[in-house]
């Protein structure tokens, strides 16, 4: 894991107003941790979390709330 990639990433998307699922999906995903129990993962969720597993940064711009 990159800890810088991380940190920017994570920053950049709380900065801007993405959905909060969706970073904690990405950051799950990112650190290659566990899901979160199936009734409690969402679209943003799930989207984030796959993001991050592929390790992608850039995924997250129709997750931004307007």
Aim: net charge negative; proline share 3%; no cysteine.
């Amino acid at each position: 894991m990159d800890k810088k990639t991380y940190y920017e990433t994570s920053k950049k998307m709380e900065s801007v107003g993405v959905d909060p699922a969706y970073v904690m999906g990405w950051q799950t995903g990112f650190m290659h941790s566990p899901k979160l129990e199936e009734q409690r993962v969402t679209d943003a969720y799930d989207a984030g979390y796959n993001d991050g597993l592929q390790g992608k940064t850039d995924g997250f711009s129709s997750w931004t709330k307007q």
